[in-house]
């Protein structure tokens, strides 16, 4: 159930394209089937960072066992996609992680 919620005030002409290859990249980098793998983008958000408007991107990935030892590998990840994709300098981008519980994540009907 991995989730990758990206906000950016980049303004971005292939959205398609960037949530295909956002959600192979997120599967792939957790070894879980993109089956379960939602990508959301909002872009062109009036975001502000260090008191400027530079491109800048605010990231949120839930999933399931995520574990701490994972997650600075995941940023360096995640900071290379989206600076490549975006152009946006790694400086200015933020990443939330979260594993929320089985039971207080729901799919289908029920929960995991």
């Given amino acids: 159930m991995p989730v ?9 002409d292939e ?4 949530l295909k ?6 599967a792939t980098a957790l070894g ?8 959301m983008v909002s872009d062109n958000q009036e975001m502000l ?15 399931l066992g995520l ?11 995640l900071c290379e996609f989206i600076s490549s994709e975006l152009e946006i300098n790694p400086s ?8 929320p519980e089985r039971e207080m994540f729901g799919w289908n009907g029920g929960t995991f």
């Fill in 4 to 12: 990758l919620n990206i906000r950016t005030n980049v303004i971005m």
């Fill in 49 to 63: 960072f260090a008191g400027n408007h530079e491109p800048l991107a605010y990231i949120e990935l839930k999933s």
């Fill in 67 to 77: 574990t701490a030892e994972q997650t600075s590998s995941l940023s360096e990840n």
């Fill in 32 to 39: 879980k089937p993109e089956g379960y793998v939602m990508v």
């Fill in 21 to 26: 290859a956002a959600s192979a990249r997120i």
């Fill in 92 to 99: 200015h981008i933020y990443i939330e992680f979260a594993s």
């Fill in 15 to 18: 959205k398609q394209r960037f």
